[in-house]
């Protein structure tokens, strides 16, 4: 197998010609979401993507049975034989978690010299995907530090209502991984720091002067200005990985300093973001190492996460490459927990944002209105604070960090505002709920996140999920002791409009993860808004096309319909794709289907 020699750590991280694009780019980079252009929604993935800017390296997937899946050297030889017939100079560097190749482009290709290569894998039957090695930036907003109350874990108004949780879950048992900028040293967090790694493997990015190892300190991820494109203005560190793990498990109840959300769990950091941000190879292969997969030349974790929080991330779709690992990491029992992003736009054009299997989080401000840089839209699956201090003082997210600059100095602690701080909220949650429930599967946590939510205290246009987390509700009902929706909850929160006195609509519920038949005593929880409900026929469609009427429309006169059905669908097979089908008979009014959802 050829290898690549390290390229020194001063080398650009784009081709000269990019320069100028290169936080705004969606092909080499995954970048600062309120600094990028949304990804064209209509290009297929890997031209979409060849298109916005020169790339360095690929990520090839092949499909099982072709040699190059699992032979680096026959990876090798065909990334060389793919830039002969593209006329560039390709080599395969090494071999993800995930089991796809990273091939290296060389330096200073146009955008068509990459589109050849592309074009060359995308030819090839053997190759299943091929997508650019993007890079990922933190999705953190700095904000003012003058603020003296953590409102986002109890405030009436827009807190998460953390406090209630604590009698039930603390966290205890469970590790949660911070895929981040890594760790640097906190007296409120050390108690909670388990093993980590550090994941970047170009020196460029990573600061510490060293490739891939078992140390996930953080040195700083400072830049001057222009270092990380034209007209980027300088950066002190963020210490960013550091505040995102205080949210989470800061230690509590030790007279100092913040409390953390599950501030008994463990934190595993895992460093993938340095200077200018990280390549998607990096965290592919976080994500797979996190959640108890092997990484080649990378010791065995031996503290497999069971919630991974990944506050980062840039524009276009969701590749390939990085859902195969996600994908995984759900397969394995991880819960994954991602940024919505900071663009004030559709989250359907970001990634890990769009990813499916995972947990997406919109940030709202301290009066519960969607913060005016959140992302927003289908892909969300929840809100949680998010801090926005442009509305006045005290409405950032307080957690841990360091008063340096570039390098370590004192620890601090200090107010941010942005999805990257909404997200770990999540990952709190998730961590207090698979501590107080050790039995939960990921799609279970995510439904009992999402059915347990309440209404949001502020507007949202476009969409924030299901609602404002509520970690009190969630947890009682994960444990069974009141004030939450038990069993296993499946729902829909796309609102759909209901057309006077017209064809039928329908709205589906995938169900997974269940055992044998559906329940006896199925409960479907209906929530629609309707001038005269008497016009209304709601039915229950079953996976195999049975029907099973819930209401019949009749002569009340009432408006609105926010009733719970029971089903006896005992003879239904659980698994499958579910139907709500509602028709309105009778003409003079309209109506919406707000939500509805299925508990086992």
């Not at 004192?410 to 999540?426: C, D, F, L, N, V």
């Not at 969630?474 to 057309?499: L, M, R």
Request: proline fraction near 4%; glycine fraction near 10%.
């Amino acid at each position: 197998m050829r290898t690549s020699p390290s390229r020194a750590t001063g080398r650009k991280l784009i081709s000269a010609a990019a320069v100028s694009a290169a936080l705004v780019a969606a092909a080499t980079t995954s970048v600062a979401f309120a600094q990028e252009p949304a990804a064209p929604a209509a290009a297929p993935e890997a031209a979409a993507q060849a298109v916005a800017a020169p790339a360095e390296r690929l990520i090839v997937g092949y499909k099982a049975g072709a040699a190059e899946a699992t032979s680096n050297q026959a990876a090798d030889a065909d990334a060389a034989a793919k830039g002969k017939e593209a006329g560039e100079t390709l080599d395969f560097q090494r071999r993800l978690g995930t089991g796809a190749a990273l091939v290296d482009l060389g330096e200073q290709l146009s955008k068509t010299d990459v589109a050849d290569v592309i074009a060359e894998y995308q030819a090839d039957p053997q190759v299943a995907y091929v997508v650019p090695d993007r890079l990922n930036k933190p999705q953190a907003d700095p904000n003012d530090t003058e603020y003296s109350k953590q409102w986002d874990l109890f405030e009436a108004a827009a807190g998460m209502r953390v406090p209630g949780a604590w009698d039930l879950a603390t966290g205890t048992g469970v590790t949660v991984a911070v895929i981040d900028t890594g760790y640097v040293t906190h007296s409120d967090l050390a108690a909670n720091i388990v093993a980590g790694y550090d994941f970047i493997a170009d020196t460029a990015v990573s600061v510490d002067g060293n490739g891939r190892d078992s140390n996930p300190a953080d040195p700083g991820d400072w830049y001057a200005a222009n270092e990380c494109g034209t007209g980027i203005p300088a950066s002190n560190s963020s210490w960013h990985g550091t505040h995102v793990a205080g949210t989470i498990a800061a230690a509590t109840n030790n007279s100092k300093g913040v409390a953390g959300i599950a501030y008994n769990a463990k934190i595993s950091p895992l460093r993938v973001l340095g200077k200018c941000g990280g390549y998607d190879s990096d965290i592919i292969d976080a994500i797979t190492w996190a959640s108890g997969g092997t990484v080649s030349g990378v010791p065995a974790n031996a503290n497999v996460a069971k919630v991974i929080n990944m506050s980062l991330g840039g524009s276009g779709a969701c590749t390939t490459a990085t859902q195969t690992a996600i994908t995984n990491a759900v397969n394995r029992g991880t819960t994954v927990v991602v940024a919505a992003g900071n663009s004030n736009a559709n989250a359907a054009n970001y990634s890990p944002a769009s990813c499916a299997n995972v947990i997406s989080v919109a940030a709202l401000s301290r009066t519960g209105a969607k913060a005016s840089y959140s992302n927003f839209g289908a892909s969300v699956d929840i809100a949680a604070p998010g801090g926005q201090t442009s509305t006045g003082t005290a409405n950032g997210i307080l957690s841990t960090l360091n008063s340096g600059t570039q390098g370590p100095s004192t620890e601090s602690y200090a107010y941010y505002q942005g999805t990257s701080m909404a997200a770990p909220h999540i990952a709190g949650l998730a961590a207090l709920l698979k501590s107080a429930n050790s039995s939960l599967t990921p799609a279970q946590i995510e439904s009992a996140i999402k059915t347990n939510s309440r209404a949001l205290p502020g507007a949202c246009s476009g969409g924030c999920g299901a609602g404002l987390a509520d970690a009190a509700k969630t947890v009682q009902a994960v444990t069974g002791t009141g004030g939450g929706t038990t069993g296993t909850v499946f729902s829909n929160t796309t609102a759909v409009a209901i057309p006077d006195n017209s064809s039928a609509i329908e709205s589906s519920i995938a169900v997974t993860g269940r055992t044998g038949n559906a329940p006896s005593a199925l409960q479907v929880g209906v929530d629609i808004t309707h001038t005269y409900r008497g016009d209304l026929v709601i039915t229950l469609v079953a996976p195999d096309g049975t029907t099973y009427p819930l209401k019949a429309s009749g002569s009340d006169s009432a408006d609105n319909v926010v009733a719970t059905y029971t089903v006896d669908a005992s003879s239904e097979v659980a698994n499958g794709t579910w139907k709500l089908r509602v028709q309105d008979v009778a003409s003079a009014d309209t109506g919406t289907l707000n939500n509805w959802k299925l508990t086992f």
